[in-house]
C-alpha cells in the first residue's frame, strides 16, 4: 500500500537543495514512512482478525479443566492442593453466561480436594477468575477437514447468534455411541492422540500433598480423619515414611515382591468426579476404569524391580520395570501367574539416579513408561477385547523388590464421558443421545461435539430441538452443521488471571482507597501455567 503526499518544497522548508532543506525533507519523508507503516499494520491486522484469528474469551466452565470459565481459583486448606471451581452465575443472581469483573469478591460453596478428599465449607469471600483467553483459527476448515479431538468454536444451532467451544467426537458419516465413558465410532473405539491424552489426566491422589492436619474431620474416612491410602499388602515391607510422609522405601531381599494397595475407603475412589463441579452430584457420577500411576523410583543396584498393577472389569495388567534392563507389561491370570504382552530391553545407567516410571491403561491400550522409554501394549478396539465393560471397582497397587525408593506417587483417571442425565436430587435420571445401545449416525456435513466437563456441559448429548437456519429452516437435532464451524481453537494466551495479594493487608488497603483501582487491575496477573497449546486431531 503506497500513501501519496504533497511534497513540500520551497522556501519555507528551506528547499532540498540546501542543507537544513534536505534535513527537513528527511524528516518529512520518515514521518510519511511512519504513517504508512501504522496503516499497512492496521489493515493487516483488521484482515487477520476478520478473516483468520479471532480472540475469545471463555464464559462456562463446559471445556474444564483443559478450558476455564469463570471460576474460583482455589487451594485446599489442608495440603494445599491447587484446583479450580466453577462460577455458577445464577447462584448469584445474575443470567446465564453472565461473567462478574476480576474485583467480585463472593462466596464459593463447599468444594472437595480432588487430591485428599478434604471438604471445605469455610464460606470464605474469594475473588471470581475471568475466564480463559483463548486464540481461534477462523476459516480453517474452509480449506481443511476438522479432525477428532480438534477443540472447536461453532455456532450454537439453538441460538446461532452463540458461539459454543466444545470437543469434536464424530465426524459426517459416523456412527457415535458413548461405552463407560469411551467413545466408540461405527463400534469401534476411538482412541485420544497421546497430547489430548496428556491433558485429559485428572488427579485421583497425588501423594506430595498431604494434610497438615489429619484430624481435622471432613475427610473421607471413618470419623473425617485422613489415613494414607496407600498401604502395606499382607506381610509387605513399604516404609511409608522413609524421608518423611511423601517418600516410600523398601528394603527387601531381590527375589521378594511386596506390595503397596491403594484403599478407596480412605482416598478418593475411581469416580468419574469433577472437582470443578458442585459436589452434591458426586455420588451419581459412573466408576472410571482407566488410570495411570506414577511415581519416580531409584534403586540400589540392577537386582531390583519396580513396577504398578492396574485392574479393568476385573482383569489385572501389570507393568513392570527390571532394572537389570527390561520392560514388561503382562496380563495377570487368576492362578496369580502372568501371560507376557509386551517385553522390551533397555539401556539402564545405575549413574543416572532416579527415573519417572508411569502405568496406564486408556482406550484398550496399556503404556509402560521408564524415563524416556515407552512400551505399548494394543487390547483391541472392539467393544469387549479389554474384557466385557461392568461396573468393578479398579484396583492399583505399587510393587517392587530389592532396594527401593519412590517419590511424586500419584494415581490419575482418564476423561470419563458421561451418557446420562442427572436430576436435581443428584440420581441419575434417564439416558442422553448416543449413549450405550443407542448409537446416533450422522448425516454429510454434520458433527457430534461434546465439551470435556462432561457432567456439566450442554452439547450434541443434550440438545432437545433442531438447530436454526435461515429462511425457516432446520438443521437435524443434536449434530453441528458444517457452515457453522466457525474455527479451531489452538492457544491459551491468557489464562484466568488471579490475585496473588487477595486476602492480605496490601489487598485490604486496596479496596479502601480507590485511586489504587489501576494498581488493582495490575495485579491480577495470568496463571502462567496455563499458558498453553490446545492439542487436538492426530499426533502428526
Do not use: Q
Given at each position: 500500500m503506497k500513501i501519496w503526499f504533497l511534497s513540500w518544497e520551497g522556501d519555507a522548508l528551506g528547499g532540498k537543495d540546501t542543507e537544513e532543506g534536505r534535513r527537513k525533507h528527511s524528516a518529512v519523508d520518515g514521518l510519511v514512512g511512519t504513517l504508512e507503516w501504522l496503516i499497512v499494520a492496521f489493515a493487516t491486522t483488521l484482515v487477520f482478525i476478520v478473516f483468520e484469528m479471532q480472540a475469545y474469551t471463555i464464559p462456562t466452565g463446559s471445556m474444564a479443566e483443559t478450558l476455564r470459565g469463570a471460576h474460583f481459583g482455589l487451594r485446599c486448606p489442608q495440603c494445599a492442593y491447587r484446583y479450580d471451581y466453577d462460577f455458577l452465575p445464577q447462584y448469584y443472581g445474575l443470567g446465564r453466561n453472565a461473567t462478574p469483573g476480576v474485583n467480585v469478591d463472593v462466596r464459593p460453596p463447599g468444594t472437595r480436594c480432588p487430591s485428599c478428599g478434604y471438604r471445605s465449607d469455610s464460606g470464605k469471600r474469594r475473588p471470581v477468575l475471568k475466564g480463559d483467553r483463548i486464540f481461534v483459527v477462523k476459516c480453517l476448515y474452509q480449506f481443511a477437514e476438522p479432525k477428532r479431538w480438534d477443540v472447536v468454536v461453532f455456532k450454537n444451532p439453538l441460538n446461532p447468534q452463540e458461539n459454543y467451544i466444545k470437543r469434536l467426537i464424530a465426524l459426517p458419516g459416523e456412527t457415535v455411541e458413548i461405552v463407560d465413558g469411551d467413545i466408540y465410532i461405527d463400534d469401534r473405539i476411538a482412541r485420544k492422540p497421546r497430547r489430548v491424552q496428556e491433558e485429559l489426566w485428572m488427579c485421583v491422589y497425588d501423594n506430595d500433598y498431604q494434610p497438615v492436619n489429619p484430624l481435622a474431620g471432613n475427610f473421607k474416612s471413618a470419623g473425617g480423619v485422613w489415613r494414607q491410602p496407600f498401604v502395606n499388602a499382607g506381610d509387605s515391607k513399604w516404609n511409608l515414611r522413609a524421608d518423611g510422609p511423601t517418600v516410600f522405601s523398601?528394603?527387601?531381599?531381590?527375589?521378594?515382591?511386596?506390595?503397596?494397595?491403594?484403599?478407596?475407603?480412605?482416598?478418593?475412589?475411581?469416580?468419574?468426579?469433577?472437582?470443578?463441579?458442585?459436589?452434591?452430584?458426586?455420588?451419581?457420577?459412573?466408576?472410571?476404569?482407566?488410570?495411570?500411576?506414577?511415581?519416580?523410583?531409584?534403586?540400589?543396584?540392577?537386582?531390583?524391580?519396580?513396577?504398578?498393577?492396574?485392574?479393568?472389569?476385573?482383569?489385572?495388567?501389570?507393568?513392570?520395570?527390571?532394572?537389570?534392563?527390561?520392560?514388561?507389561?503382562?496380563?495377570?491370570?487368576?492362578?496369580?501367574?502372568?501371560?507376557?504382552?509386551?517385553?522390551?530391553?533397555?539401556?539402564?545407567?545405575?549413574?543416572?539416579?532416579?527415573?519417572?516410571?508411569?502405568?496406564?491403561?486408556?482406550?484398550?491400550?496399556?503404556?509402560?513408561?521408564?524415563?524416556?522409554?515407552?512400551?505399548?501394549?494394543?487390547?483391541?478396539?472392539?467393544?469387549?477385547?479389554?474384557?466385557?465393560?461392568?461396573?468393578?471397582?479398579?484396583?492399583?497397587?505399587?510393587?517392587?523388590?530389592?532396594?527401593?525408593?519412590?517419590?511424586?506417587?500419584?494415581?490419575?483417571?482418564?476423561?470419563?464421558?458421561?451418557?446420562?442425565?442427572?436430576?436435581?436430587?443428584?440420581?441419575?435420571?434417564?439416558?442422553?443421545?448416543?449413549?450405550?445401545g443407542s448409537p446416533f449416525r450422522l448425516n454429510d456435513d454434520e458433527f457430534f461435539v461434546m465439551g470435556d466437563n462432561t457432567p456439566a456441559s450442554l452439547d450434541c448429548r443434550w440438545w432437545d430441538r433442531p438447530g436454526s437456519a435461515n429462511a425457516g429452516r432446520t438443521y437435524r437435532m443434536g449434530t453441528v452443521p458444517r457452515d457453522y464451524l466457525v474455527g479451531k481453537a489452538f492457544f491459551v494466551y491468557w489464562p484466568g488471571p488471579y490475585k496473588p495479594f487477595n486476602d492480605t493487608a496490601i489487598a485490604r488497603t486496596m479496596e479502601r482507597n480507590r485511586g489504587t483501582r489501576l494498581l488493582k487491575m495490575l495485579l491480577n496477573v495470568p496463571d502462567v501455567d496455563g499458558i498453553k497449546f490446545l492439542d487436538g486431531g492426530s499426533d502428526d
Open positions: 523398601l528394603d527387601g531381599a531381590a527375589d521378594e515382591v511386596h506390595t503397596l494397595v491403594y484403599d478407596t475407603r480412605t482416598g478418593n475412589d475411581f469416580k468419574a468426579t469433577y472437582a470443578y463441579d458442585d459436589a452434591r452430584f458426586h455420588p451419581a457420577m459412573p466408576l472410571c476404569s482407566d488410570l495411570m500411576v506414577r511415581f519416580d523410583v531409584r534403586a540400589a543396584d540392577s537386582s531390583a524391580t519396580a513396577g504398578a498393577v492396574l485392574s479393568k472389569y476385573g482383569l489385572e495388567y501389570r507393568g513392570r520395570v527390571d532394572f537389570a534392563g527390561m520392560m514388561r507389561i503382562e496380563k495377570v491370570l487368576a492362578d496369580g501367574s502372568a501371560e507376557e504382552l509386551a517385553v522390551r530391553a533397555i539401556d539402564i545407567d545405575p549413574d543416572e539416579g532416579a527415573k519417572r516410571l508411569r502405568f496406564a491403561n486408556a482406550d484398550h491400550v496399556l503404556v509402560l513408561e521408564f524415563g524416556d522409554e515407552r512400551l505399548e501394549c494394543d487390547l483391541g478396539d472392539g467393544r469387549d477385547d479389554a474384557g466385557a465393560p461392568r461396573a468393578v471397582m479398579p484396583a492399583v497397587r505399587v510393587f517392587g523388590s530389592g532396594e527401593l525408593k519412590l517419590w511424586h506417587v500419584g494415581i490419575f483417571r482418564d476423561m470419563h464421558y458421561i451418557n446420562f442425565k442427572i436430576g436435581a436430587d443428584g440420581r441419575k435420571a434417564g439416558m442422553l443421545r448416543a449413549a450405550e
